[in-house]
């Protein structure tokens, strides 16, 4: 069901075009870096921030707060972009253990999200200076940070999974 749902998404005029042309899909995948690099940026000065190990000069709230639109801009840009180079491959990475490693730990990021978002993220006015932090804020911080590399790394190793044969490309 899912995958043969997959085999239509890839097959739709805009994603065949994406996957047979030999310079539009490395531009996607620069573009998907691009902005990995300005998310990724955000995530770890906030996490650093908030285990108390960088920015000591602003406060947790202003660093969360200043760097909330990036963040929000960098994500957006990033699963754009990483949609459409999905969307060119539908089947090949339905099939590859890494791709999948990755969805799951958006999954956990999810959780993550619901779980410290709004105690740690968004009251982060109420939070204390740095050598204060509290636990629940500094395991937030900790956790996304793992997550994020994980995803990283997940996402590097896509690629290094050779792709079957046998896929059903228009
Ligand atoms: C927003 C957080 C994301 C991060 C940090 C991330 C990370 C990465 C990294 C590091 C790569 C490797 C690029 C390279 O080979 O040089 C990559 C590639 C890729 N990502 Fe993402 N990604 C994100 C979101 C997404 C989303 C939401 C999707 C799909 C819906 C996606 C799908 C892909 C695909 C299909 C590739 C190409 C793999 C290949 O064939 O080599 N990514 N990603």
Redesign the pocket.
Known sequence: MLLSLLIRLENLTPFSSLRSSAYVYPVV?AL??L??SL??AMIVATDLRLLGWALPESTIAEVISRLRLAKRIG?IL??SF??L??AA?AEE?YYNAF?RT?MLL?VLVAIHALVFQKSVYAESVHLPAADETPKRARLAASLSLLL?LG??CA??A??YVAGRSGMHYK
């Open positions: 995948l998907h870096l902005a990995i998310f990724a994500f990033a699963a990483g949609f180079l999905f491959k990475y791709f990755k958006f994020w995803i990283l996402g590097r896509i690629g």
